[in-house]
């Protein structure tokens, strides 16, 4: 019999995570058929739902491939639960990440588990390690626009589909900031072990401040246009187009006056 301190018990699905992709389903079920009297809140409900369960994902990654690199303290912190309040930074991991979704339409990352990297032997499998996460939005973002650029819409409800390519959307950004190499960020993560150990002190006292400068940056309009710009050239390229993606987000924003979006998704 399992204890709790067993392996078993350590990687059993935790109830939290379970709860939040059941509201996944349910709202999904609900845009998709269009049960809820109020559509938005069903889109509100079913994006920032699935948005936390690809957090949740994008963090058991980075755990999986520690675990399998050598760091054997990552089931006895919990991080194999795919709980997201097991995370070293539940404020960083979800709360912010949920609070910049909301009020920009923007997936940065969150804050990540506590690795004992020196556990860990071998360059390459530090950076898998850091690879992890942002490659798993990379994933979530291709099952999200499978519909798109397989050509198999027909059928799909267009609420759904507006829904679907918001969702994509924060999963391409959030991949894309994910893998800059900015100190605190995980393409820095992925770097780091390339470097001198005189280049990482030099850079280590900035990586509590990389995803502040990131948000920053992002408020620059030309930096802000680039971004953006890439981000729809990457969803056009799997078959969403921009209107797509711009009524998703505000279907998203239940809370703003009804527009043409709305009504195209009531038609």
């Not at 349910?26 to 938005?40: I, K, N």
């Not at 990540?112 to 071998?122: C, D, K, L, T």
């Not at 995980?186 to 502040?212: C, K, M, N, T």
Request: charged share 10%; hydrophobic share 55%; net charge neutral.
């Amino acid at each position: 019999m399992a204890t709790a301190a067993s392996p078993r018990s350590d990687r059993r699905v935790s109830p939290v995570f379970l709860g939040i992709a059941a509201v996944m389903a349910v709202t999904g079920w609900a845009v998709w058929t269009g049960f809820s009297a109020d559509l938005g809140l069903a889109v509100f409900l079913f994006v920032t739902s699935g948005w936390i369960v690809s957090l949740c994902l994008h963090e058991y990654a980075h755990a999986r491939t520690a675990l399998h690199g050598g760091d054997l303290t990552i089931g006895a912190k919990g991080y194999l639960t795919l709980n997201p309040l097991k995370y070293t930074h539940a404020l960083l991991s979800v709360v912010l990440p949920v609070v910049f979704v909301v009020l920009g339409g923007i997936g940065l990352p969150g804050g990540a588990v506590f690795i004992e990297r020196h556990r860990i032997q071998g360059r390459w499998k530090h950076s898998l390690i850091s690879a992890a996460g942002p490659l798993t939005n990379v994933l979530f973002a291709l099952v999200c626009t499978a519909p798109f650029w397989l050509g198999a819409l027909d059928g799909v409800p267009v609420g759904f589909r507006f829904a679907l390519a918001f969702l994509a959307l924060l999963q391409v950004t959030a991949a894309i900031l994910n893998f800059l190499p900015v100190p605190g960020l995980d393409g820095y993560g992925v770097v780091e072990p390339w470097l001198s150990h005189r280049v990482r002190r030099q850079i280590e006292p900035f990586a509590p401040f990389g995803l502040l400068a990131v948000f920053v940056f992002l408020f620059i309009p030309e930096v802000n246009q680039a971004f953006f710009g890439a981000v729809d050239a990457l969803l056009r390229g799997l078959g969403v187009s921009d209107v797509e993606t711009f009524c998703g987000q505000e279907l998203y924003r239940f809370w703003q006056t009804e527009d043409i979006c709305g009504q195209l998704a009531a038609a």
